[in-house]
């Protein structure tokens, strides 16, 4: 006996939508109570695709062989770049199409017992399970993955997506060094300092870039990111100041301070953040540099900023002077600001691609106790939150794309992988590979509609 067919047949049919079949629901939104971790539900008004007034797209958007939209013809240069056209940020695509990077993190098969014991099952082999997650990621809009996915195993499918490899650059020299550790999420650094200033870090980074070279010529390359979450603390300037006195990274912060005359007594919340600018000018200055010597093709997309850098200025700023867009990932609010977005791309001069974000639904029985994302009830709601997060996105004119946290649920069997990655529904597939129709349908929906949307959007201003 084979296996047993991988997902509803009803997720691979093409999908079109008419002018007469789109639903349009206009009146208040819809209001969802979500909660994260163990705090206290509380709701939120929700903004769906069929709540727009006046939005009825007549047929789906004619895309090209990366994903890119039909129409505009801009400039081709074989690979993917950004460019401003009016208002808005777009992504330029190989063959001089708009394009927005709409992908998925983590594509991969799960390495759990579960994981491991329910693929051949379902799939026969990781072969088939590539061929039919690829196809499922197509019927559903995705044009792309994001970290963690299996790239090459996924480039080799008869229609790729255009893939965002991580290559950990200081991560891998803290652990070369020594002194890091795994927190929720991401490594972690001794008092919270990255190690940007050692003199070794730029002879690493230039060596750690050479595996570049081995895709640099690949049109489904979108671009790399070099590190997940790195630390950029309000207090960074007092840690750096703390370290042993032979410490590179408080030497340095020794003659930031001398430059500029400061009185370590006296300083400034204003000193505190220029400070942040410096240590992410010198680590995106050592990155890039390397990046772009071993392959000049591809963008470079950041370190995923995550916490108190993202009010920061001096941090964008400094971003800005070398990435070509900065990666964002966004927890703890339910609707993206779109001031909050416009601000971040105006202080980098560079758009903005949100690479992690997601709701995890109550009805799994999963615990849904680690990760940062909400809680909602249903994976309907899971759905309708997808939507609304996205529209707000598409309105800001600032986002370039979007990256859902993650492709498979986590399995509580396991207990070896990272400890925000234990417990919760964060998948659009379960540990068992089984699809969360709700939430797909709800994503098909509005993937389809994002680049009309873009015109609608752009039109009511």
Avoid at 13 to 35: C, D, K, N, T, Y
Avoid at 47 to 67: M, W
Wanted: net charge neutral; aromatic share 12%.
């Amino acid at each position: 006996m084979g296996p047993r067919p991988a997902f509803p047949a009803l997720l691979l049919v093409a999908f079109s939508v008419s002018a007469e079949e789109a639903p349009v629901r206009q009146g208040p939104p819809l209001r969802i109570q979500a909660w994260r971790g163990k705090g206290k539900p509380s709701e939120h008004d929700t903004r769906i695709l069929s709540h727009l007034a006046d939005f009825a797209p007549k047929e789906p958007a004619a895309l090209g062989k990366f994903g890119g939209w039909l129409g505009e013809k801009h400039k081709a240069t074989g690979f993917f770049r950004v460019e401003r056209l009016g208002e808005r940020w777009w992504l330029i695509d190989p063959e001089g199409h708009r394009y927005l990077h709409i992908a998925v993190n983590a594509v991969r098969p799960g390495s759990s017992p579960r994981n491991l014991r329910t693929l051949p099952e379902r799939f026969g082999s990781v072969e088939n399970w590539r061929d039919t997650t690829v196809a499922l990621l197509h019927d559903l809009a995705f044009n792309g993955t994001g970290s963690w996915s299996d790239d090459a195993l996924l480039r080799a499918a008869a229609q790729p997506l255009a893939y965002t490899p991580n290559w950990n650059f200081m991560s891998s020299y803290g652990k070369k060094r020594g002194g890091t550790y795994q927190l929720p999420g991401h490594t972690g650094y001794p008092s919270n300092c990255i190690f940007a200033f050692d003199p070794e870090f730029e002879t690493f980074a230039d060596q750690h870039a050479k595996q570049l070279a081995a895709t640099k010529d690949d049109p489904w390359l979108l671009g790399h990111f070099s590190d997940n979450e790195l630390p950029f603390p309000k207090d960074s300037l007092d840690r750096y100041l703390s370290l042993k006195p032979d410490d590179p990274g408080r030497r340095a912060a020794e003659a930031w301070l001398a430059e500029r005359k400061l009185d370590r007594s006296k300083l400034t919340a204003k000193d505190r953040d220029e400070w942040l600018g410096h240590l992410a000018e010198r680590y995106f200055s050592v990155v890039a540099r390397a990046i772009r010597k071993h392959d000049p093709n591809h963008l470079y997309l950041g370190s995923r900023f995550h916490s108190y850098e993202k009010g920061c200025p001096p941090v964008f700023a400094a971003a800005g002077r070398h990435l070509d867009a900065v990666a964002v990932n966004v927890y703890g609010v339910w609707t993206p600001p779109a001031d909050m977005l416009q601000r971040w791309a105006a202080w980098a001069a560079r758009p903005i691609l949100v690479t992690e974000w997601y709701a995890k639904g109550a009805d799994t029985g999963m615990p849904n106790l680690t990760g940062a994302g909400w809680t909602v009830a249903t994976q309907q709601e899971r759905g309708w939150f997808y939507q609304n997060f996205t529209l707000a996105l598409l309105e800001s004119r600032a986002c370039v794309g979007w990256h859902w946290f993650k492709y498979m649920d986590n399995d509580p069997e396991d207990t070896t992988t990272d400890p925000s990655n234990r417990d919760s529904n964060k998948g659009i597939v379960t540990a068992a590979y089984e699809p969360h129709v709700p939430l797909m349908d709800a994503m098909r929906e509005l993937n389809r509609a994002a680049y009309p949307l873009t015109e609608y959007f752009d039109r009511r201003r």
